[in-house]
């Protein structure tokens, strides 16, 4: 039967340790706020800051990336109420600190430890070593140079990947687009059942994911799944006699039953189909909350003035849609470029690298399934490097500035 | 439908048609795959395996459904899938909302690099800090913990949760929250009984979004528990279809009775969700 302490006992531990970093948080900026004027405090906080990295270093043999991040942390909280809050803004600093520093400190210092992880050698035969004596060999670029090198047995190489990832990328957005604003055009008229049709639409989105995809892996089995068998049905329903043989018309389109599990091809083929079926109802909703809010009288408009359809959709649709779809858009490349649950959850039980792993699901292989620790930091790294450049691109266009208070 | 109001008034009849049929065809696609996993619960155990694709299988039997609550502790992994997921969830709201508090009301120093700060924490992907939160966990011998699991959760629904709130708090007017302060009210009593109150469509969403974040997330928590009395329901029903021949009808059954609440539960929040999605992405 059930039992219901184990759980109940992680989630009092939680919240003790939760409040206990919540309460030192508001205790820290309590203290700030009292002594940021004495003439002691800048040194005080200076010589804590060394204090730490000292005691860290000599007592825990922390790693360096645990023992910088502390100890530069009172020097740099300092220097914030010294120079830049001068005793003002309480309130403000009480409201947002708990969950600011929080998520920087929970943020930070992982990706911090990563980038250590990259310069040094941990594996599964120096781990033990680690945890013991919290020592790892200094690694330099090496790590980094792997990743870059041509793949191996274990590994596809590392531009093949993001070739395919880009790929995976333009082709779940492309029809997440087009298909989404397609529908929501549809659902956009005077049609009876139209909020049935919507409510049903958006079942694929309103299932959980795992069981969405797991689902579908299963029907993609070559023998039991009803993709190939719904592939022969239309076959030999629509089969036509020609000459001596006769023509099915999918074979002839080149779409046949497919090894789907086993061929890397078909395999990404299936992920990019469940993707594509998960991601375009959210495509749809946003794009019909879009075009519900254009008023009705700039068609009327335009069609006493005899502009087409088409005309009418250029000019009023596109234009009035692209300030929600722009954001909606940006945030769904990054979901797909970072979607590793899809990708992992369709090829994990194949082990390693299949010919169908986009980066984000490549790397979560490499630490886990392989437990290349130090290897998945420095790509870690470089999948960040290139998120970095797709960040520029949403900062840009989602124009954070235009903010009401300035 | 609230919408029918701008929707283009007069369709043909021929146009009203090939809109029917290609909807038709979409829901027929988002319909079937799902219509599936319903069929294989009612399956009977000796005929899972079977390239028959009729809805409701002739010998169907609710034998599944019993067997996944006798033969695999599915109780206890959806209790501890409701434990962790509350518990985050409440937390999320809490810290979110004061901090969103901070973000929307006031002016001062690291505001603006705060708010950035926490977008770019939404272009990180999860797997990336997966593997140090994992490594530093087993240092700290904390795996196998749930606090080490709602760390990695909230790092990632924090940032969003305070965006959105943030979007919503930014829309309702501060005249209120200023004259409760002039009528002597503290500036938490302002928060807490003025613009809390006000906002609890809003704090909802993000309740759920926050809910249904952490009740379907299954890559962090394969890799931080391993404790079976611990499992969430995600970690047992993969386990279950893992070995797939055998256990495909269990799954398949488990999957229909979790998917059910969560599926009614997203229809009637869905719209909110995506006003709110909207709101914290485009108007910042």
């Known amino acids: 039967m059930v039992d219901f302490v184990p759980a109940l006992l992680e989630v009092l531990r939680l919240l003790f340790l939760l409040s206990l970093g919540v309460a030192f948080i508001l205790a820290a900026v309590q203290l700030n706020y009292a002594y940021w004027k004495n003439p002691a405090y800048l040194p005080f906080m200076f010589a804590l800051g060394l204090a730490i990295g000292f005691v860290l270093k000599s007592h825990f043999s922390a790693d360096w990336s645990v023992v910088v991040f502390l100890g530069v942390a009172p020097m740099a909280v300092s220097l914030f109420f010294k120079y830049a809050l001068k005793g ?129 892996r299963g029907e993609f089995h070559s023998t039991y799944g009803y993709v190939n068998n719904i592939l022969d049905i239309v076959n030999s329903l629509f089969s036509i006699p020609w000459g001596d043989g006769v023509i099915q018309p999918l074979t002839w389109l080149g779409i046949e039953r497919q090894a789907w599990w086993s061929d890397p091809t078909a395999l990404f083929a299936s992920i990019c189909i469940v993707n594509i079926w998960l991601g375009v109802p959210f495509m749809m909703i946003v794009s019909l ?38 954001p909606a858009t940006i945030l769904g490349m990054i979901w797909t470029f970072n979607n590793v ?42 999948i960040f490097l290139i998120l970095l450049a797709l960040t520029a691109v949403w900062f840009r266009v989602s124009k954070i500035a235009d903010d009401p208070i300035k | 439908m609230a919408g029918n109001h701008t929707a283009i008034s007069k369709v043909s009849p021929t146009r009203a048609l090939l809109s029917h049929i290609a909807i038709w065809v979409a829901v027929i696609i988002a319909v079937f795959p799902i219509s599936r996993i319903v069929t294989i619960s009612l399956r009977p155990g000796n005929r899972l395996l079977s390239s028959d694709l009729s809805i409701i299988p002739a010998d169907a039997s609710f034998e599944n459904y019993v067997r996944v609550f006798s033969e695999k502790p599915f109780l206890q992994w959806i209790y501890n899938s409701l434990v962790i997921t509350v518990t985050t969830s409440l937390i999320g709201v809490i810290l979110a909302s004061t901090a969103a508090y901070a973000f929307s ?180």
């Open chain 1, 88 to 216: 003002r803004h309480k309130s403000p600093m009480y409201f947002a600190a708990p969950a600011v520093v929080g998520v920087f400190l929970l943020f930070m210092y992982p990706l911090m430890f990563e980038l250590y992880l990259a310069f040094h050698w941990l594996n599964l035969e120096t781990l033990g070593q680690w945890i013991r004596t919290g020592e790892i060999e200094f690694a330099g670029l090496r790590n980094f140079a792997t990743v870059l090198q041509a793949g191996t047995e274990t590994r596809e190489s590392f531009w093949t990947i993001t070739g395919r990832t880009f790929l995976w990328t333009g082709i779940n957005l492309f029809f997440h687009l087009t298909l989404g604003m397609g529908l929501a055009i549809l659902l956009n008229q005077k049609l009876r059942f139209v909020g049935i049709y919507r409510t049903i639409l958006i079942l694929p989105w309103a299932i959980p994911q795992l069981i969405a995809v797991l689902a579908w």
């Open chain 1, 289 to 326: 909350s879009a075009l519900q809010a254009i008023p009705r009288s700039y068609y009327e408009a335009a069609s006493l003035d005899g502009a087409s359809r088409w005309t009418q959709f250029r000019n009023i649709t596109l234009p009035l849609v692209k300030p929600v779809m722009i």
């Open chain 1, 341 to 382: 649950n899809v990708v992992y959850l369709m090829t994990a039980q194949r082990g390693g690298s299949q010919g169908a792993d986009i980066l984000v699901s490549d790397l979560y292989k490499q630490a886990f399934f392989y437990n290349r620790y130090s290897f998945s930091a420095a790509y870690a790294v470089v």
């Open chain 2, 105 to 284: 009301r006031f002016k001062f120093p690291g505001r603006k690099s705060g708010l950035l700060f926490l977008m770019m924490t939404q272009m990180i992907p999860a797997a990336m800090l997966v593997l140090p939160i994992y490594l530093i966990l087993t240092q700290l011998n904390l795996l196998n913990t749930y606090a080490g699991m709602v760390v990695a959760y909230s790092v990632t629904t924090l940032p969003f949760s305070i965006w959105v709130l943030k979007g919503y708090f930014d829309s309702v007017p501060r005249s209120l929250e200023e004259s409760a302060r002039i009528d002597g009210c503290s500036e938490f009593g302002a928060f807490y009984r003025i613009l809390l109150p006000l906002s609890t469509p809003s704090l909802a969403i993000v309740f759920l979004f926050n809910f249904t974040q952490a009740w379907n997330e299954y890559i962090i928590a394969s890799t931080v528990i391993q404790n079976p009395g611990l499992r969430t329901w995600p970690l047992g029903l993969y386990e279950l279809q893992g070995n797939y021949s055998s256990e495909w009808g269990m799954f398949a059954a488990g999957s229909v009775i979790i998917s059910i609440p969560v599926v009614l539960l997203f229809l009637y929040s869905s719209k909110y969700m995506v006003s709110g999605l909207t709101v914290g992405g485009s108007k910042g």
